[in-house]
């Protein structure tokens, strides 16, 4: 753990940076990054944070070098050049959470789950099955391919993309005592930056709700109060604080909001102290922020969507005409890609008669899904090795089945997605679209798709 009083980047060359790997290789780079991130110019602080994220966070994926940066950002959040301070928080965000792991903040980070996932898939347990492997492997080629990649394990470096990315939220983790006492800090955007990044560490709700509480109460910017409110629901307290039920009278809309969901956030507690009027209260407010333009500035939670955050917290409280109205009223503004689960959700009470029998040439098309499995994929890029992913689709509209079975295809195409149909093109100039399997009780037993890097077939 570091402090407010050390130099910002000393140690930054004693690490071996050059043998780290980040997103597009070498991590030799990322000290050039960090020393740009606390430089005077600004278009080169701004590429700085960029890179940053793309190398070390690439699409929500931590990389073997994600972890060694984390104590230079906390340092630079801590006492670096205030332009780079609210940058250094969230790339700490970035570098403990991914992008759909905020999107899905109703819940908060189930931490228990990712823990476990992490332990199962560690160097530890998994170095075995690759000795294994490459004992009874008989191809010359795959033998050096599985070879790199056990030596690779054996040296403790992560395969698996939870326990990849646990090393960087438990960096990030160790960073926190230090950190939340910039909750008093006197920039407005970095009180709401701290804010929104203890919510994501429940193991230390304990020391941190008094906190994030303090801040709501006395707080005047609207965003950092608002974000505070967000997460001391998320976090988890049973107890209904005074503060929660005073700002739902607040004048500024976006606190109203954030009490009420706050408010129906500590109601789907069963130890949570809370009357049906209250709730009522909060459900109200929630129904007419659906109805209203989204406020600017809003916090960062749902990445920002703040019809989608509305709809996720009302979906989530037992339904009621008013509730599932104001689900309604949140769709034409929820971003594109969440719409369709949405819709789903209320469309029952949107349509309460059956639907119509289907027309015939569609009738034996599977049903339209807001989501698709992979639950297993054997990446035919590093000699077998075994993954583990949920891939979500786009909105309904995105892979609309064009044909009843899966095309199988050979050598290693590139893929472009199109409006409901996916296009592989192979080497050879040869053409196939594809349909990625949409459920587990679909008639498509297999589809080829990138993933982590590589093309691998995939199976329900």
Same mark, same amino acid.
């Given at each position: 753990?570091?402090?407010?009083?050390?130099?910002?980047?000393?140690?930054?060359?004693? $690490?071996?940076?050059?043998?780290?790997?980040?997103?597009?290789?070498?991590?030799?780079? $990322?000290?050039?990054?960090?020393?740009?991130?606390? @430089?005077?110019?600004?278009?080169?602080?701004?590429?700085?944070?960029?890179?940053? &994220?793309?190398?070390?966070?690439?699409?929500?994926?931590?990389?073997?070098?994600?972890?060694?940066?984390?104590?230079?950002?906390?340092?630079?959040?801590?006492?670096?050049? #205030?332009?780079? *301070?609210?940058?250094?928080?969230?790339?700490?965000? @970035?570098?403990?959470?991914?992008?759909?792991?905020? *999107?899905?903040?109703?819940? @908060?980070?189930?931490?228990?789950?990712?823990?476990?996932?992490?332990?199962?898939?560690?160097?530890?347990?998994?170095?075995?099955?690759?000795?294994?492997?490459?004992?009874?492997?008989?191809? %010359?080629?795959?033998?050096?391919?599985?070879?790199?990649?056990?030596?690779?394990?054996?040296? @403790?470096?992560?395969?698996?993309?939870?326990?990849?990315?646990?090393?960087?939220?438990?960096?990030?983790?160790?960073?926190?005592?230090?950190?939340?006492?910039?909750?008093?800090? %006197?920039?407005?955007?970095? =009180?709401?930056?701290?804010?929104?990044?203890?919510?994501? &560490?429940? %193991?230390?709700?304990?020391?941190?709700?008094?906190?994030?509480?303090?801040?709501?109460?006395?707080?005047?910017?609207?965003?950092?109060?608002?974000?505070?409110?967000?997460?001391?629901?998320?976090?988890?307290?049973?107890?209904?604080?005074?503060?929660?039920?005073?700002?739902?009278?607040?004048? #500024?809309?976006?606190?109203?909001?954030?009490?009420?969901?706050?408010?129906?956030?500590?109601?789907?507690?069963?130890?949570?102290?809370?009357?049906?009027?209250?709730?009522? =209260?909060?459900?109200?407010?929630?129904?007419?922020?659906?109805?209203?333009?989204?406020? $600017?500035?809003?916090?960062?939670?749902?990445?920002?969507?703040?019809?989608?955050?509305?709809?996720?917290?009302?979906?989530?409280?037992?339904?009621?005409?008013?509730? *599932?109205?104001?689900?309604?009223?949140?769709?034409?503004?929820?971003?594109?890609?969440?719409?369709?689960?949405?819709?789903?959700?209320?469309?029952?009470? $949107? &349509?309460?008669?059956?639907?119509?029998?289907?027309?015939?040439?569609?009738?034996?098309?599977?049903?339209?899904?807001?989501? &698709?499995?992979?639950?297993?994929?054997?990446?035919?890029? #590093?000699?077998?090795?075994?993954? =583990?992913?949920?891939?979500?689709?786009?909105?309904?509209?995105?892979?609309?089945?064009?044909?009843?079975?899966?095309?199988?295809?050979?050598?290693?195409? =590139?893929?472009?997605?199109?409006?409901?149909?996916?296009?592989?093109?192979?080497?050879?100039?040869?053409?196939?679209? %594809?349909?990625?399997?949409?459920?587990?009780?679909?008639?498509?037993?297999?589809?080829?798709?990138?993933?982590?890097?590589?093309?691998?077939?995939? *199976?329900?």
């Amino acid at each position: 753990m570091i402090t407010a009083d050390d130099n910002l980047l000393t140690g930054l060359d004693e $690490v071996d940076w050059a043998n780290l790997n980040h997103a597009y290789g070498t991590a030799a780079d $990322v000290p050039g990054q960090l020393r740009a991130l606390c @430089g005077d110019d600004e278009q080169a602080r701004q590429q700085a944070v960029s890179s940053l &994220f793309d190398h070390l966070a690439h699409q929500g994926t931590r990389c073997q070098a994600s972890p060694y940066a984390v104590p230079f950002l906390a340092r630079i959040a801590l006492a670096g050049p #205030d332009p780079a *301070r609210e940058h250094a928080l969230e790339l700490l965000t @970035g570098l403990a959470v991914n992008w759909d792991e905020e *999107r899905e903040i109703t819940d @908060g980070a189930d931490i228990a789950a990712w823990r476990a996932e992490a332990a199962e898939n560690s160097s530890d347990k998994l170095l075995p099955l690759y000795e294994e492997a490459l004992a009874a492997e008989q191809d %010359e080629q795959r033998r050096l391919n599985l070879q790199d990649i056990r030596d690779w394990v054996a040296a @403790g470096n992560p395969v698996d993309a939870r326990d990849s990315s646990m090393r960087s939220y438990n960096a990030v983790l160790a960073e926190l005592p230090a950190l939340r006492g910039l909750l008093d800090d %006197e920039n407005p955007r970095v =009180r709401t930056r701290t804010a929104y990044l203890l919510t994501w &560490f429940p %193991e230390l709700a304990g020391t941190s709700l008094p906190l994030l509480l303090g801040l709501a109460a006395h707080e005047d910017d609207a965003v950092a109060k608002a974000t505070s409110l967000v997460a001391v629901g998320i976090l988890g307290t049973t107890a209904l604080p005074g503060t929660l039920t005073a700002s739902l009278d607040a004048e #500024d809309g976006l606190v109203r909001w954030a009490a009420a969901i706050a408010i129906a956030q500590t109601a789907r507690s069963a130890a949570a102290e809370l009357d049906g009027p209250l709730l009522d =209260r909060a459900v109200a407010e929630l129904a007419a922020a659906a109805a209203a333009p989204a406020p $600017v500035p809003a916090t960062d939670y749902s990445l920002g969507d703040f019809h989608g955050h509305t709809a996720d917290i009302l979906l989530a409280l037992p339904p009621s005409p008013t509730s *599932r109205a104001a689900v309604a009223a949140c769709l034409p503004s929820v971003s594109t890609s969440q719409r369709a689960s949405k819709a789903e959700a209320v469309l029952p009470d $949107v &349509f309460p008669s059956p639907c119509p029998t289907p027309d015939p040439r569609t009738r034996t098309s599977p049903a339209p899904s807001s989501s &698709f499995c992979m639950p297993s994929l054997t990446s035919l890029k #590093d000699g077998g090795t075994r993954r =583990r992913a949920w891939a979500r689709a786009s909105p309904l509209t995105d892979f609309r089945p064009l044909t009843q079975t899966c095309a199988r295809t050979s050598g290693f195409p =590139r893929s472009t997605t199109g409006a409901g149909r996916r296009k592989s093109e192979h080497a050879d100039g040869a053409h196939t679209w %594809e349909l990625p399997c949409r459920s587990r009780d679909c008639s498509m037993p297999e589809s080829l798709t990138w993933v982590w890097g590589g093309w691998a077939l995939s *199976r329900c």
